[in-house]
Structure formats: C-alpha cells, structure tokens
C-alpha cells in the first residue's frame, strides 16, 4: 500500500469506477469516468490523504481520507469487486483509523448493505438517514460515525 500520487489517478479511477458499476447499480455515477479520471488527477489527488493498495503492480482498493471542521471523514472506500473479502477493507479502514483522530464519519448509501454490514461490524454507528436529496446520485444515504477503540484486524 502506498499513499496515491496522480500517476496513480487511472488505477484509481478503475478500481472507483469498477466497483461503483458492481455493488451500486441502483445509485448510478454522476459523473463519466473521464470526468472521475480528470476529478482525481486535478483535484483528490493533489489534495492528499488517498491511498491506494496494490498486488502486484495492480490496483485492488483505494481509501480517500480528509479532516473537514475538525471531523474526520472516511471520503471513499472502494475494492475492486475481485478482492473483496480479503481483508483489504479491514487494512484500508486501520489506516484510517491511524491516521485520523475520532470522532470520525463516513456517508454510504442506506441500501449498500454490504458497506452498511462491514461498518457497523467495525463499531460504526448510523446517526442519521437522508433521503438523498443532498448527494449527486439522489439515493438515500447513511451518515456514520465512529468514535474510537482498538485497531480492528479481522473482517
């Protein structure tokens, strides 16, 4: 695993992109993926706080983290649907947790039930539930949050 660089931005763009087609068919991207490509390469990326995990020299999971108001927040968590149950998430999200001071907060869609199931297995509480109006996708979505404890290690 490596903190993101933009020549990283068309790996990361794969793996987003990838796995939003696979897990988030009812949320359909906003944007195209060159518009993503061009997002990551000018803005996320240069922002800082993206990491990207690799096998081999192949992209399989990217984490985006940023601190806003003196909250944390988990921006994007994605693994390529390939690499899934591998452990992956659980080592992106102890990143994460090292790296960001609690409380912290992530939003993921309310009928992501995967992403809702490994959260909460991880100690993340739902706070609140909106009906989407405020995101690009306009699907309902949950606001977690967590407050702190021990680095997780399983999945």
């Known amino acids: ?34 518009e993503v490509h061009e ?5 996320l990326l240069p922002d800082g706080g993206v990491y990207v995990a690799e096998s081999g020299h192949q992209a399989v999971a990217m984490l985006a983290i940023s601190t ?9 968590l994605y693994v390529r649907p390939d690499w899934t149950g591998q452990g992956i998430g659980v080592m992106l999200l102890n990143v994460a947790h090292a790296t960001l001071k609690p409380p912290f907060r992530l939003y993921t869609f309310q009928a992501n039930s995967g992403a809702r ?16 109006y405020d995101n690009e996708e306009q699907c309902p979505d949950v606001l977690y949050e967590w407050l702190g404890a021990e680095s997780i290690t399983t999945e």
């Open 39 to 43: 997002w990551l390469s000018k803005v």
């Open 117 to 132: 199931r490994f959260y909460e297995r991880h100690g993340y509480q739902a706070v609140s539930f909106t009906d989407g």
């Open 68 to 76: 806003k108001e003196k909250v944390g927040w988990i921006d994007h």
């Open 1 to 34: 695993m490596h903190r993101a660089v933009v020549a990283d931005s068309p790996a990361v763009t794969e793996v987003l992109c990838e796995s939003r087609r696979q897990y988030l068919p009812y949320a359909p991207m906003a944007h195209t993926e060159d």
